[in-house]
C-alpha cells in the first residue's frame, strides 16, 4: 500500500515564500511520475507542477518562475518551493504519484496567501 504525507503548508502574506515536501512510502515501481496539483474552494483540482523520477519537469503556465519541484529518488521525496506568492495561489495541495496507470493522492495541506 502506497501513502503520500504532505508537510510545508501554511499562511503566508504576498510576495512571501513557501516549501512543500511530500513523502512516498511503501512498494511502488520506480518509474513514476511525482507532482503537485491544488483545488481552491469551488475550482477543479489543477496541476501545478510534476517530475518524472528522470526529472523531466511540468509546471501550470500561472506557476512558471515563480515554483520550482525537485525530487530525491532515494528518499521517494518531492519538494515544491513556492516563491513570491499570490492569493490567486490560495488553494489544497495535494502530492500525486503515478504509476502506470495507477493514481495515489496525499490528503493535502492547506497554503493560504493573505495579508
Known amino acids: 500500500q502506497v501513502h503520500l504525507v504532505e508537510t510545508g503548508g501554511g499562511l503566508v502574506q504576498p510576495g512571501g515564500s513557501l516549501r512543500l515536501s511530500c513523502a512516498a512510502s511503501g512498494s511502488f515501481f520506480s518509474i513514476n511520475i511525482m507532482g503537485w496539483y491544488r483545488q481552491a474552494p469551488g475550482k477543479q483540482r489543477e496541476l501545478v507542477a510534476a517530475m518524472t523520477s528522470s526529472h523531466s519537469t511540468n509546471y501550470a503556465d500561472s506557476v512558471k518562475g515563480r515554483f520550482t519541484i525537485s525530487r530525491d529518488n532515494a528518499k521517494n521525496t518531492i519538494y515544491l518551493q513556492m516563491n513570491s506568492l499570490k492569493p490567486e495561489d490560495t488553494a489544497v495541495y495535494y502530492c500525486?504519484?503515478?504509476?502506470?496507470?495507477?493514481?495515489?493522492w496525499g490528503q493535502g495541506t492547506q497554503v493560504t496567501v493573505s495579508s
Open positions: 500525486n504519484l503515478k504509476v502506470f496507470q495507477y493514481d495515489y
